[in-house]
């Protein structure tokens, strides 16, 4: 039943999330049990962290098995791939769990926070679920439950119709995903005869080139729906922004990250790699969304839906480290194809860390300031000191400036491009490097949409009187968001500390690489830089002396009004327009009365910045099975005659197909 | 001599009750007799467990396969029996339409059912399943309204039509026999019948006839998709109790014949022909009824639309036929029977609250009838296939026997049919659980007896997602067999 | 050989002629009335063949089915329908939805079609051909009976013929089945058709008319 | 040894900064028939602003202050990685040009910050515009390296300058033609000088870099002139020492160095005039053909990519 060291800390681990808390929380509501089961969860995330990280030295081996339970095999196995997301999992939950505390009895009546607090540890328990399972099933049943859970975290906070359309979307997409998923799984079935872990991998080998195109084919579209890539990123936008900031951390956070989790585990271990034309589609898939998603945050003013799209930016990047360690998997450069991978899985861990602090950030503006539309924000950092810094912190990381943790792993993609160029296969000669200017314009529209997003909704003078009342959220959320920046910041300048430990894991997925030598290189000189940047800004502070106040300079006028203020959208405005094909907004103007179109009563301009996705793509398919089944509807006429006529019409083919058979 | 009982019990109840001119006198004798039933049921499910099969006569047998059909019929009519003594008293005392007609026709039914899976004559099981379609015929029209009476005419027409054409195929699978050399009496005995197949399948003509009359026969019984119009309308326009009975147990029966006759047949001339049209049927019928689910207005025609598209999962089980095959077939007619109870009471639940059945009438019960959009949500989980509940178990098994033999057509159309019905399903339920209730729609509360059908039926979908209890285990395993 | 062996060889290899003809003038017949006194002749014939099988093969039980066959399907039935008619006081005329002339193109096709049919499993069978063509195109018209005709009546007419015609290929080819089957069948039949009878009068309380083709409320 | 060379060429690199800066403004002047203030004015300018006082607008938050030291010790960081007249760099075996390049994002980044902080239109104006810009440049700025990275096959500067070093002069290859023209159409982005935006103007609609710093005065606004001045230096000295390092010396010998030092003022001086006669010459771009300008800078780099495979072979 539990095997190995981590097994007990790991059975506890699940049966805290998944049976004790939701219990006691739907038993009672007295404050006290909530508390308890605040408690249980974090103690619960740390157990977990302890696993993962012990998990990473041991020996592979099955840790629980509850096979004999449940009807089909059932069992959770932490090898390294597993104990770095499980550390992600934990690590992320525990600050968020924090966050969450105060968060949930601000926003929530009584009976509402049980129910979110009982689906929080479900939400986490699917998670864990997900990266550590073993056996098909298991991952199967996580998966369905990680979406079901999620949406019902969503549908809690609120009922309105575009609400309900929003998690329709997301609920439909991430079935269709999960059908593919499936299909993934199945598809080992004739060659593995049972869908555990360790017979699929063993049938990975022997499984015809056509099966492992459909498979690779369908893991990426399945785990691309989840993960937002971009023409499945329908959902993302809609879905994150709607949720609980807590909730949203953890589905922006750790729940994407589930997905990269599953096509690494599919394309690398199953199936250990393929022809290079995997790499290409996946380096295509990654830099799209890359440069869409940055551009699409850019047009952006409500924080939630900026942070969402950088979502599906920085899976962007995650995927061009996929592929390119795909192309070099196929060019037979295992050390480069090492590179690559532990630049993605390190991108993978950052983002999961800065995307968090961020929508923390977000949730704690929203309870300071009941409003994360940028245009009412302004001046927050003064007001909010520990959030602002914790969220500069933040952004610095995501653009991935030096010192920050998004620095190391876009820096590792980066040479791993360059790497590219050593290759013999021409064509990957070529487009690698030139992937190094594309994940540079990403890196820049990244930079400037936060300074845009820091700068609007921090700095400056506040342009609504909620954001000018604003007062800084409570201990346990501050802390919350400081643990995670200290994280951030603490990978940034010692990367050395995490690379190893990923090299190792990296060596076991693709056999014959060894440690690459960048990553001893950048995890060499990023304390020195850290240390010539600080010293000599240090240096330079020393000339500050006196600080005397001065209205800011308004070309003579009396005062600046807050008004006077770049807002976000003017912000955007230039980079909008330069890149104004992609945006495409359709604008419309309306003059009242309309008779009269030179003494107009009132004028309004609507713009919608982003191309709908919905309407080009997605509304064609659903109208067609639409149609349809209104077709076949109508084969329902009522008339007894024709129900008759219809038996006997199928009696008389069954006969004809009979009569021919034979 | 114990198989005669649980048929004596419904027969001799039904004339007990017709008596009981008060209500409720009637309510609670019919839960008495409904609790003798299940003894009985469960004794006899018991004696084969022990004794692997039990012979009365030439014409009650019971054996593992039936055994299981008659626990299901136990369970779902035990449920529908509680559900249905709270359903009654807001029904008028009519001629016909009183509670102890009611009863009477139910337990008329159920005997009809119990004899249906303890048959061990091919023609005794015709006769029975001919007694299903009357004794339910006037349940279906029991309200006497316009619709009723439209839909039991359907009902009745179209379902002896079916029945006759099973009846020309048990013919031809008599003659084949007797042709074969059996004697008479031994020619329409399943057990003899299933010894001599390999002799009778020397002139498989006229055993392919014979099975292609009785899948359409019985599958009009079934609802396969062809033969299917009837199911909608009977299932909308029958009381809720009865609604239930027809979809969770009635389909279940019709299946359990038509597994019997694959099991000869495929016997006497090799599975393929058989597997071959049960895969045609259960694509078919999953399909088109998939497709149709997303343009329904009424509730309980959705879920008679699903219980279709359900019948074409198990008959894909059936038709793959492999160990998983089958395993995945008997368990999902077992879950989609108890699922789709579940969603017939609160859909009565919510027809009696809030008035109509029409979909885009009923908006935001979840905040005026909590419990039911609580049972109603957990039906539409578990209806469509979702994991923490059983139906994900059995379909998850069909799915895998299905890549086992590598039949990719079969399995994208299924998972793709399975995206749409959950589109389907959301979109619907969505509309009418969420929103604001309109305003005259008062609170409501379960009263115990819906409280008691909604939670058993409920919680044995979650048990049953989580872990097959061993004895419910071994019972399926004796059913493969029996099929094997 | 006497006399009676000579009928009885005789009514077998003949009489499918006469259940030819009945099924013909079914397909024209206007009012209700005389399509029960068909359907009564037919199942006359039917008698007949039944007893004359059962004198050629020696089978008791077969005399029971055939003496049975004729108490129900000769003499009560008809009765019964008149009694309906009468009762539901309803326009006699049978509304058809094709025309006399197409129901004889159809009939005719449908007795081809059951030749065909029948020649291919006719030499398996090894049962005189004319006779099984008979009790299949009894089916086929008894099947086309209900789909065309919109009258409630009507279609429970169709059931019968579409009954006789499982009947008589059941008796032919294997000279019937167990009596307590036989028996359930029959008894089957007749709750089958006291049913149709109670909804039937259903129908015309609710609904005025007894045109089953306006029963349109239920669709989609 | 040549630690303290580096160090040497690191001081002398911040150092020099301002210096540069007045020579160029001494050589338009000249250029524009003008006298113009001497070359050693933005010395002095620099010590009249840090004696001052700091003036900081009441709304604005600790960031105000904190852009300054941010941005001046992230540009003097850079300044370690290019080697002048030593053929290595303090950090230049270690770190590569991504370091670089990022640094200096770094920088902008809290500049931007900076600006928007202060809480009035011109710093919003400067800050949107100069992210509209730096975020265009970066492509062709990284591509530009890239192309000399994978001709010499090193990551390093460093190790890019020793290899070009032991290339012979005179078989120029068309890859670091491209790279060239690519990179100094950079510089003049990122520097902020005349085709992009004036570095002398004080016309609010105009200017970029100046918009920004319209807030800051005493000695912010000085850290800030001389990290500029200091990224100018850092670009001229990149240019030179990635496309003509020729006469740098690897052995630290008193002759060498003079003969270093002199060859590396000579070829700066050539930079210098190039520089002052374009800012003479050309106009200010729209700000709306900016992007095309840098769209050029990103094709020309493309194309020097493309070419490095078939120069290689």
Same mark, same amino acid.
């Given at each position: 039943m539990l095997t190995g060291s981590i097994g007990a800390p790991f059975a506890f681990l699940l049966a805290v999330l998944g049976i004790v808390v939701p219990l006691l929380l739907i038993a009672s509501r007295a404050k006290s049990v909530q508390r308890l089961a605040i408690a249980l969860i974090l103690a619960a995330s740390f157990a977990g962290c302890l696993v993962a990280v012990f998990g990473f030295r041991r020996q592979p081996g099955t840790v629980v098995d509850l096979s004999r339970a449940t009807p089909f095999p059932f069992s959770f196995d932490v090898d390294r791939l597993s104990a770095l997301f499980l550390l992600l999992v934990c690590s992320v939950a525990i600050p968020v769990t924090m966050f969450a505390a105060p968060y949930f009895d601000r926003h929530y009546s009584e009976q509402r926070r049980n129910w979110t607090w009982a689906f929080f540890s479900l939400f986490l328990l699917?998670?864990?679920?997900?990266?550590?399972?073993?056996?098909?099933?298991?991952?199967?049943?996580?998966?369905?439950?990680?979406?079901?859970?999620?949406?019902?975290?969503?549908?809690?906070?609120?009922?309105?119709?575009?609400?309900?359309?929003?998690?329709?979307?997301?609920?439909?997409?991430?079935?269709?995903?999960?059908?593919?998923?499936?299909?993934?799984?199945?598809?080992?079935?004739?060659?593995?005869?049972?869908?555990?872990?360790?017979?699929?991998?063993?049938?990975?080998?022997?499984?015809?080139?056509?099966?492992?195109?459909?498979?690779?084919?369908?893991?990426?579209?399945?785990?691309?729906?989840?993960?937002?890539?971009?023409?499945?990123?329908?959902?993302?936008?809609?879905?994150?922004?709607?949720?609980?900031?807590?909730?949203?951390?953890?589905?922006?956070?750790?729940?994407?990250?589930?997905?990269?989790?599953?096509?690494?585990?599919?394309?690398?271990?199953?199936?250990?790699?393929?022809?290079?034309?995997?790499?290409?589609?996946?380096?295509?898939?990654?830099?799209?969304?890359?440069?869409?998603?940055?551009?699409?945050?850019?047009?952006?003013?409500?924080?939630?839906?900026?942070?969402?799209?950088?979502?599906?930016?920085?899976?962007?990047?995650?995927?061009?480290?996929?592929?390119?360690? &795909?192309?070099?998997?196929?060019?037979? $450069?295992? @050390?480069? #194809? /090492?590179?690559?991978? =532990?630049?993605? !899985?390190?991108?993978? +861990?950052?983002?999961?860390?800065?995307?968090?602090?961020?929508?923390?950030?977000?949730?704690?503006?929203?309870?300071?300031?009941?409003?994360?539309?940028?245009?009412?924000?302004?001046?927050?950092?003064?007001?909010?000191?520990?959030?602002?810094?914790?969220?500069?912190?933040?952004?610095?990381?995501?653009?991935?400036?030096?010192?920050?943790?998004?620095?190391?792993?876009?820096?590792?993609?980066?040479?791993?491009?360059?790497?590219?160029?050593?290759?013999?296969?021409?064509?990957?000669?070529?487009?690698?490097?030139?992937?190094?200017?594309?994940?540079?314009?990403?890196?820049?529209?990244?930079?400037?949409?936060?300074?845009?997003?820091?700068?609007?909704?921090?700095?400056?003078?506040?342009?609504?009187?909620?954001?000018?009342?604003?007062?800084?959220?409570? &201990?346990?959320?501050?802390?919350?968001? $400081?643990? @995670?920046? #200290? /994280?951030?910041?603490? =990978?940034?300048? !010692?990367?050395?500390? +995490?690379?190893?430990?990923?090299?190792?894991?990296?060596?076991?997925?693709?056999?014959?690489?060894?440690?690459?030598?960048?990553?001893?290189?950048?995890?060499?000189?990023?304390?020195?830089?850290?240390?010539?940047?600080?010293?000599?800004?240090?240096?330079?502070?020393?000339?500050?002396?006196?600080?005397?106040?001065?209205?800011?300079?308004?070309?003579?006028?009396?005062?600046?009004?807050?008004?006077m203020q770049y807002t976000s959208t003017v912000f955007s405005k230039p980079i909008r327009f330069v890149f104004a094909r992609i945006y495409r907004p359709d604008r419309t103007v309306e003059r009242l009365p309309v008779d009269q179109p030179y003494f107009p009563a009132s004028i309004s301009y609507r713009s919608v910045r982003t191309t709908s996705y919905e309407r080009a793509l997605y509304r064609p398919f659903v109208d067609l099975i639409v149609s349809l089944a209104h077709r076949l509807r109508r084969l329902q006429t009522g008339n007894i005659q024709v129900y008759l006529l219809y038996i006997f019409l199928a009696l008389v083919s069954l006969l004809a197909f009979l009569r021919f058979q034979r | 001599?114990?198989?005669?009982?649980?048929?004596?019990?419904?027969?001799?109840?039904?004339?007990?009750?017709?008596?009981?001119?008060?209500?409720?006198?009637?309510?609670?004798?019919?839960?008495?007799?409904?609790?003798?039933?299940?003894?009985?049921?469960?004794?006899?499910?018991?004696?084969?467990?022990?004794?692997?099969?039990?012979?009365?006569?030439?014409?009650?047998?019971?054996?593992?396969?039936?055994?299981?059909?008659?626990?299901?019929?136990?369970?779902?009519?035990?449920?529908?029996?509680?559900?249905?003594?709270?359903?009654?008293?807001?029904?008028?005392?009519?001629?016909?339409?009183?509670?102890?007609?009611?009863?009477?026709?139910?337990?008329?039914?159920?005997?009809?059912?119990?004899?249906?899976?303890?048959?061990?004559?091919?023609?005794?099981?015709?006769?029975?399943?001919?007694?299903?379609?009357?004794?339910?015929?006037?349940?279906?029209?029991?309200?006497?309204?316009?619709?009723?009476?439209?839909?039991?005419?359907?009902?009745?027409?179209?379902?002896?039509?079916?029945?006759?054409?099973?009846?020309?195929?048990?013919?031809?699978?008599?003659?084949?026999?007797?042709?074969?050399?059996?004697?008479?009496?031994?020619?329409?005995?399943?057990?003899?019948?299933?010894?001599?197949?390999?002799?009778?399948?020397?002139?498989?003509?006229?055993?392919?006839?014979?099975?292609?009359?009785?899948?359409?026969?019985?599958?009009?019984?079934?609802?396969?998709?062809?033969?299917?119009?009837?199911?909608?309308?009977?299932?909308?326009?029958?009381?809720?109790?009865?609604?239930?009975?027809?979809?969770?147990?009635?389909?279940?029966?019709?299946?359990?014949?038509?597994?019997?006759?694959?099991?000869?047949?495929?016997?006497?001339?090799?599975?393929?022909?058989?597997?071959?049209?049960?895969?045609?049927?259960?694509?078919?019928?999953?399909?088109?009824?998939?497709?149709?689910?997303?343009?329904?207005?009424?509730?309980?025609?959705?879920?008679?639309?699903s219980s279709i598209e359900h019948m074409g999962i198990i008959a894909i089980g059936l038709g793959l036929g492999g160990p998983l095959g089958l395993f995945g077939a008997l368990l999902h007619a077992f879950n989609h029977s108890v699922a789709k109870s579940l969603l017939f009471f609160s859909a009565g639940n919510v027809r009696h609250h809030v008035g109509t059945l029409r979909m885009d009438g009923i908006q935001g019960i979840s905040r005026t009838m909590p419990q039911t959009s609580a049972a109603l949500l957990v039906g539409g989980l578990a209806i469509v296939g979702l994991p923490p509940f059983s139906l994900f178990i059995s379909e998850f098994a069909i799915l895998s026997e299905a890549f086992t033999q590598a039949r990719y057509f079969v399995v994208i159309l299924f998972l793709v049919i399975l995206s749409v019905v959950f589109g389907g399903f959301a979109f619907h339920f969505f509309r009418m659980l969420c929103g604001e209730p309109d305003r005259h729609v008062e609170n409501s509360r379960l009263i115990p007896s819906e409280y008691i059908a909604m939670g058993i039926a409920g919680l044995s979908l979650l048990f049953f997602g989580a872990r097959i209890p061993y004895l419910f285990g071994l019972l399926l395993h004796e059913a493969m067999a029996v099929l094997q | 050989m006497g006399l009676v062996g000579i009928a009885?060889?005789?009514?077998?290899?003949?009489?499918?002629?006469?259940?030819?003809?009945?099924?013909?003038?079914?397909?024209?017949?206007?009012?209700?009335?005389?399509?029960?006194?068909?359907?009564?002749?037919?199942?006359?014939?039917?008698?007949?063949?039944?007893?004359?099988?059962?004198?050629?093969?020696?089978?008791?039980?077969?005399?029971?089915?055939?003496?049975?066959?004729?108490?129900?399907?000769?003499?009560?039935?008809?009765?019964?329908?008149?009694?309906?008619?009468?009762?539901?006081?309803?326009?006699?005329?049978?509304?058809?939805?094709?025309?006399?002339?197409?129901?004889?193109?159809?009939?005719?096709?449908?007795?081809?079609?059951?030749?065909?049919?029948?020649?291919?499993?006719?030499?398996?069978?090894?049962?005189?051909?004319?006779?099984?063509?008979?009790?299949?195109?009894?089916?086929?018209?008894?099947?086309?009976?209900?789909?065309?005709?919109?009258?409630?009546?009507?279609?429970?007419?169709?059931?019968?013929?579409?009954?006789?015609?499982?009947?008589?290929?059941?008796?032919?080819?294997?000279?019937?089945?167990?009596?307590?089957?036989?028996?359930?069948?029959?008894?089957?039949?007749?709750?089958?058709?006291?049913?149709?009878?109670?909804?039937?009068?259903?129908?015309?309380?609710?609904f005025e008319h007894l045109d089953v083709s306006k029963l349109r409320k239920l669709r989609g | 040894m040549n630690i303290t060379a580096d160090i040497l060429q690191v001081l002398a690199l911040i150092l020099g900064a301002p210096l540069v800066r007045g020579i160029i403004a001494r050589m338009k002047a000249v250029l524009q028939r003008r006298r113009g203030a001497s070359i050693w004015r933005p010395y002095a300018e620099l010590f009249k602003l840090l004696r001052k006082e700091d003036l900081v607008p009441p709304t604005s938050s600790a960031v105000f202050r904190l852009a300054p030291i941010v941005l001046f010790g992230a540009t003097a960081c850079t300044a370690a990685f290019v080697p002048l007249v030593h053929a290595s760099a303090l950090l230049g075996s270690y770190g590569d040009f991504f370091l670089l390049v990022y640094l200096l994002a770094l920088g902008r980044f809290f500049l931007s910050l900076g600006a928007l902080d202060g809480g009035s239109a011109f710093g919003g104006m400067g800050a949107s515009r100069e992210a509209l810009v730096s975020s265009l440049a970066e492509a062709p700025f990284l591509l530009g390296l890239v192309a000399l990275a994978i001709s010499a096959s090193r990551a390093d500067i460093a190790g890019i300058v020793a290899w070009t070093l032991g290339q012979n002069i005179f078989n120029i290859s068309v890859v670091h033609i491209l790279a060239f023209t690519s990179l100094a159409m950079v510089a003049l982005a990122e520097t902020g000088r005349m085709p992009v935006d004036n570095p002398a103007t004080h016309l609010e609609l105009t200017m970029i870099h100046e918009g920004m710093v319209l807030e800051y005065s005493g000695p912010s606004l000085a850290l800030i002139e001389w990290a500029s001045a200091i990224k100018l230096h850092v670009m001229l000295a990149l240019l030179i020492a990635l496309f003509c390092p020729w006469g740098m010396v690897s052995t630290w010998s008193g002759l060498g160095i003079t003969l270093a030092v002199l060859l590396y003022c000579a070829k700066a001086a050539v930079l210098m005039i190039l520089l002052s006669v374009i800012e003479s010459a050309v106009a200010k771009l729209r700000m709306y053909l900016v992007p095309d300008f840098l769209g050029v800078a990103s094709a020309v780099s493309a194309l020097a990519v493309i070419f490095t495979m078939w120069v290689r072979r």
């Open positions: 699917s998670m864990i679920v997900v990266v550590t399972a073993s056996t098909g099933f298991a991952f199967l049943a996580g998966w369905e439950l990680m979406t079901l859970v999620s949406a019902g975290l969503i549908l809690i906070e609120g009922e309105s119709a575009e609400r309900r359309h929003n998690v329709f979307i997301y609920l439909l997409m991430m079935h269709a995903g999960a059908a593919a998923v499936a299909a993934c799984f199945f598809l080992f079935l004739p060659f593995s005869h049972s869908l555990d872990f360790g017979a699929i991998r063993a049938a990975g080998a022997i499984v015809p080139p056509g099966i492992r195109t459909a498979v690779f084919l369908l893991a990426f579209v399945g785990f691309g729906a989840k993960a937002g890539i971009i023409p499945l990123h329908l959902w993302l936008p809609r879905a994150h922004p709607i949720a609980p900031s807590p909730v949203s951390a953890l589905m922006s956070g750790v729940m994407l990250k589930t997905a990269v989790y599953g096509f690494v585990r599919f394309s690398f271990d199953f199936l250990g790699g393929g022809p290079a034309w995997w790499g290409y589609v996946v380096l295509l898939a990654g830099a799209v969304s890359g440069l869409l998603g940055v551009l699409y945050a850019i047009g952006e003013h409500d924080l939630k839906r900026l942070l969402a799209y950088h979502s599906v930016e920085n899976i962007g990047i995650i995927y061009l480290g996929l592929g390119t360690s &795909l192309i070099f998997l196929a060019c037979h $450069a295992p @050390l480069l #194809a /090492a590179l690559a991978l =532990i630049a993605a !899985l390190l991108h993978t +861990f950052n983002h999961a860390l800065f995307k968090s602090l961020l929508f923390l950030g977000a949730g704690a503006i929203s309870s300071a300031t009941a409003t994360v539309d940028l245009e009412d924000l302004g001046g927050l950092q003064s007001r909010m000191p520990v959030t602002g810094t914790a969220f500069l912190i933040a952004c610095c990381s995501i653009v991935g400036l030096p010192l920050f943790n998004g620095f190391i792993s876009e820096w590792l993609t980066f040479r791993s491009f360059l790497a590219g160029s050593a290759l013999t296969n021409a064509k990957a000669q070529i487009v690698l490097p030139l992937m190094v200017g594309v994940l540079a314009l990403i890196g820049g529209l990244a930079a400037a949409c936060f300074v845009k997003a820091f700068g609007v909704a921090f700095l400056g003078r506040p342009r609504s009187t909620e954001a000018e009342h604003a007062v800084e959220v409570p &201990l346990p959320m501050r802390s919350g968001m $400081a643990l @995670l920046a #200290a /994280a951030c910041l603490f =990978i940034g300048i !010692l990367p050395g500390l +995490f690379l190893r430990p990923l090299a190792s894991l990296v060596q076991g997925l693709i056999p014959g690489a060894g440690v690459p030598e960048e990553t001893l290189s950048i995890a060499r000189i990023m304390p020195w830089i850290a240390v010539i940047v600080l010293g000599t800004g240090a240096f330079a502070a020393l000339f500050k002396r006196r600080k005397r106040m001065a209205r800011t300079w308004a070309c003579g006028l009396p005062g600046l009004s807050t008004r | 001599m114990l198989l005669l009982l649980p048929i004596a019990i419904p027969v001799l109840g039904a004339g007990l009750i017709l008596c009981f001119r008060n209500p409720r006198v009637a309510t609670r004798a019919a839960l008495l007799l409904g609790a003798l039933e299940i003894g009985a049921l469960g004794a006899v499910v018991w004696q084969v467990h022990v004794r692997s099969e039990l012979q009365q006569g030439r014409y009650l047998r019971a054996d593992g396969l039936s055994s299981f059909f008659l626990m299901g019929i136990a369970f779902i009519s035990g449920l529908v029996l509680v559900y249905a003594s709270g359903y009654l008293r807001h029904m008028g005392e009519g001629r016909f339409s009183s509670p102890r007609w009611f009863y009477a026709l139910v337990f008329l039914f159920l005997f009809t059912m119990i004899s249906v899976c303890l048959s061990a004559n091919l023609g005794f099981l015709w006769i029975m399943m001919e007694g299903t379609t009357l004794a339910s015929a006037l349940l279906v029209g029991f309200y006497n309204t316009e619709g009723a009476v439209e839909a039991g005419w359907k009902y009745l027409v179209v379902c002896t039509v079916g029945i006759a054409f099973a009846l020309f195929g048990t013919i031809v699978l008599y003659l084949a026999a007797v042709k074969a050399g059996m004697s008479p009496a031994a020619a329409l005995d399943w057990v003899s019948l299933m010894d001599a197949a390999p002799r009778i399948g020397l002139d498989p003509h006229l055993v392919k006839l014979a099975f292609v009359f009785v899948i359409v026969g019985y599958g009009t019984k079934v609802g396969f998709v062809p033969m299917h119009s009837w199911l909608p309308d009977a299932h909308a326009e029958a009381p809720t109790p009865i609604s239930a009975l027809l979809s969770a147990v009635l389909l279940n029966c019709a299946m359990y014949a038509v597994m019997r006759y694959d099991a000869i047949v495929s016997r006497a001339v090799g599975p393929a022909f058989p597997h071959t049209l049960l895969l045609i049927f259960g694509v078919v019928s999953m399909v088109v009824a998939g497709l149709l689910i997303l343009v329904q207005r009424n509730l309980k025609r959705l879920m008679a639309y | 009885t060889e005789k009514i077998l290899s003949s009489f499918s002629v006469f259940l030819f003809l009945s099924i013909l003038l079914l397909a024209v017949a206007r009012r209700i009335s005389t399509s029960v006194l068909l359907f009564s002749l037919q199942s006359a014939v039917i008698t007949a063949e039944v007893l004359a099988t059962a004198y050629q093969e020696k089978l008791a039980g077969v005399y029971v089915v055939g003496l049975l066959v004729f108490a129900i399907k000769v003499v009560a039935i008809p009765r019964a329908f008149f009694l309906l008619t009468k009762r539901l006081k309803t326009v006699r005329d049978v509304k058809a939805s094709t025309t006399p002339t197409q129901s004889v193109f159809i009939t005719v096709a449908m007795i081809y079609l059951s030749y065909a049919a029948v020649h291919s499993y006719g030499q398996a069978v090894h049962v005189p051909d004319d006779a099984l063509a008979a009790a299949v195109s009894l089916i086929l018209t008894g099947a086309f009976l209900m789909v065309s005709r919109k009258k409630a009546l009507m279609q429970v007419l169709g059931l019968l013929v579409l009954e006789n015609g499982i009947f008589l290929a059941a008796l032919l080819t294997t000279f019937g089945m167990p009596l307590v089957i036989e028996i359930g069948i029959f008894f089957d039949i007749l709750m089958g058709l006291l049913l149709m009878g109670i909804f039937t009068f259903r129908i015309s309380d609710t | -």
